[in-house]
């Protein structure tokens, strides 16, 4: 049985594929830092603004952003302080990494600097 992050994502096909073109989406953005946590992968540039969860046959992804989203896709939220949200949505293939998805990480991003 996988353990860590790394091994849960390597370790199905699905995830293994949506993992790696995120990565490459997310390594257009200057100065990212992938930090790898016994379960997670969080994309920091400062501060972690994406969460990354092997889950079987996907990934969720966590998004911090000052607001919360509304959109069909998101899974879950959470507010974690007063500026700070918490916006979950499962990927369970690269197609779900369009535009949209694309802009709020962007955002995340941006609220980094």
């Not at 594929?17 to 989406?25: A, G, N, Y």
């Not at 911090?64 to 979950?88: M, Y």
Request: glycine share 8%.
């Amino acid at each position: 049985m996988a353990r860590t992050a790394r091994e849960r994502i390597t370790g199905d096909p699905t995830s293994s594929t949506i993992h790696d073109v995120l990565m490459e989406r997310i390594s257009a953005l200057p100065g990212c830092e992938i930090q790898e946590n016994a379960s997670s992968f969080h994309v920091a540039r400062g501060r972690a603004f994406l969460g990354i969860h092997p889950r079987r046959g996907g990934i969720l992804v966590n998004i911090v952003l000052t607001r919360q989203l509304e959109s069909p896709r998101v899974f879950r939220t959470g507010r974690v302080s007063a500026n700070r949200w918490h916006n979950e949505i499962i990927l369970l293939d690269t197609a779900a990494l369009d535009p949209e998805l694309l802009g709020w990480i962007r955002e995340a991003y941006d609220l980094t600097a």
